[in-house]
């Protein structure tokens, strides 16, 4: 019997207790606490960034990536999806990026990621966005607890707009707060919600991790508030096996042509559906880069979600992706067929 995806979703548990025990009798060092560099030698991440005008925030993200303190290797790879502005250029000169798509024509966050999947020399993949930058520890933390059934979760902070040098957004000082992500701390007026359907009472404050213990209860379909376990999967800042990101068929590209979002739900989804466990790492808590124009930039994103949100849903009742290495390869061939690819 094929299960459709929301029922293999309903079969899946995210009990990690294993994984986090297993590790820390391995290493030492506590599943959420900052990694030391040597905990991660050997061991190898691949940095995916989809880029598209991010001119105002790379060089930042870029230059954390260059001071990350891991003896493990790093390969960055940006995708420049047809960028309007000097977000290529960018990236073409910043000693951190070793390999540097430049897609023709935009197609959206999604493709621009499978293409970088599809490059990458690893077998971990770093989902980071263009406009996340990392504490120096991140890729440590990812690289040491990477497994190939292990989905691993960041978290951001949002800073507004601030120009600095090169007309780059300035990075505050200090660390980022956890309880600055809307998956520790989520607000709503109440009423029924977009996400789930639940309906609220009045205005509420929940927070999706510490209520489900860093997500564990929300295994088996379970929801809290307006969320499940695929909506925490955020690829501002994610790590995935490329493998099973492969065999599931990567990101779903038509969402970037319905509107903003959903596709890193979806790919969520499918990993979890695939079996993955979906684990948070506390410690992994980048800065955010608001765009100067932040506030129409969400209007327009909030426009689309309902589109995307419904292209989702139709999703879930389809069967559970598996076995789409081929199509995939294919597709991401094709795609990148039409691009620039510099090496260095």
């Known amino acids: 019997m094929t299960l459709s995806l929301a029922q293999a979703l309903a079969a899946r548990p995210n009990d990690h207790r294993t994984v986090r025990a297993q590790f820390e009798e391995q290493t030492g060092t ?8 040597n905990v991660a030698a050997g061991l190898a991440v691949s ?17 954390a990536l260059a001071s990350q303190d891991t003896h493990g290797s790093v390969e960055v790879i940006v995708v420049d999806d047809a960028s309007t502005d000097a977000t290529a250029d960018i990236a073409q000169g910043h000693p951190a990026v070793d390999v540097l798509v430049r897609l023709p ?4 966050a999604a493709a621009a990621r499978n293409a970088g999947t599809a490059l990458a020399q690893t077998d971990t993949i770093v989902y980071l966005d ?12 990812f690289g040491a607890r990477a497994r190939p059934d292990t989905v691993l979760i960041g978290f951001r902070h949002n800073v507004p707009y601030r120009p600095g040098p090169h007309h780059s957004a300035q990075v505050p000082t200090g660390g980022a707060d956890l309880a600055s992500d809307h998956r520790v701390t989520w607000r709503s007026q109440g009423g029924e919600q977009l996400y789930t359907g639940t309906v609220l009472d009045g205005p509420t404050t929940g927070s999706p991790l510490n209520s489900t213990d860093d ?4 295994g088996h379909g379970a929801t809290y508030l307006d969320w499940d376990l695929p909506r925490t999967c955020v690829t501002a800042l994610m790590a995935a096996p490329r493998a099973a990101v492969i065999d599931v068929g990567g990101f779903d590209p038509a969402f970037g042509c319905i509107g903003w979002g959903m596709e890193d739900t ?13 684990v948070p790492l506390r ?9 100067p124009d932040a506030t129409d930039q969400w209007k327009r994103k909030l426009a689309g979600w309902p589109a995307t949100l419904a292209h989702y849903r139709k999703l879930l009742t389809q069967p559970a992706p598996s076995g789409r290495e081929t199509h995939f390869l294919d597709s991401t061939t094709q795609l990148l067929s039409t691009a620039g690819v510099i090496t260095r």
Request: glycine share 8%; hydrophobic share 45%; aromatic share 4%.
């Open 30 to 37: 506590g599943w959420h606490t900052p990694t030391p560099a």
């Open 47 to 63: 940095v995916v960034i989809p880029a598209r005008d991010s001119a105002h925030s790379l060089r930042p993200v870029l230059d």
């Open 105 to 108: 024509q935009p197609g959206g």
């Open 130 to 141: 263009a406009d996340m930058v990392l504490p120096t520890h991140a890729l440590a933390d």
């Open 215 to 218: 997500f564990q209860s929300l």
């Open 266 to 278: 979806h790919l969520g989804a499918a990993l979890i559906a695939a079996g993955c466990l979906v």
């Open 283 to 291: 410690q992994c808590v980048g800065f955010h880069l608001d765009p």
